[in-house]
């Protein structure tokens, strides 16, 4: 079995056992290797402008804010971007802070027909330590993936 089925067959089972409507639940860096290995994977960063400029970005994952900012309203336009951005035939991968909004994101495509959604759990900046604060446990940035402020 190859790496990118071994991981994706990884993920499907982890995203049986949490119950959840889309294909599968990645790690950050589980993430980083199926978007290397799988043709065509799209990673959508769900997460709002001002985290993009303020926190940081991923080079090369699609940008499409699922809550507006500063009115932290919901974005209505979202699945229409998604569908200029991102065909419905690609892996694609959801994230956001935490991988609470990415997971809302992986179930409103898996409804809208994209069968290969994926959200990336800990997220971008991961899960908030003793302190409150996060990026010192887990998450894409924690992990050394790569990123730009």
Request: glycine share 10%.
């Amino acid at each position: 079995m190859g790496k990118l089925t071994e991981l994706l067959n990884n993920a499907r089972a982890r995203a049986q056992a949490l119950g959840v409507p889309y294909a599968g639940a990645l790690t950050p860096k589980e993430a980083s290797e199926v978007w290397k290995l799988a043709p065509g994977a799209k990673l959508v960063d769900v997460r709002t402008r001002a985290e993009w400029d303020w926190v940081g970005r991923i080079p090369g994952a699609e940008q499409i804010e699922w809550m507006s900012y500063p009115s932290n309203q919901p974005n209505t336009h979202f699945l229409v971007q998604l569908k200029h951005q991102v065909d419905p035939e690609a892996l694609v991968m959801f994230i956001c802070r935490s991988g609470a909004r990415s997971h809302n994101a992986a179930c409103l495509a898996s409804e809208a027909g994209y069968a290969e959604c994926y959200n990336v759990l800990e997220g971008f900046e991961g899960y908030k330590d003793a302190e409150g604060h996060r990026g010192t446990t887990g998450g894409w940035r924690h992990a050394g993936l790569p990123w730009q402020s």
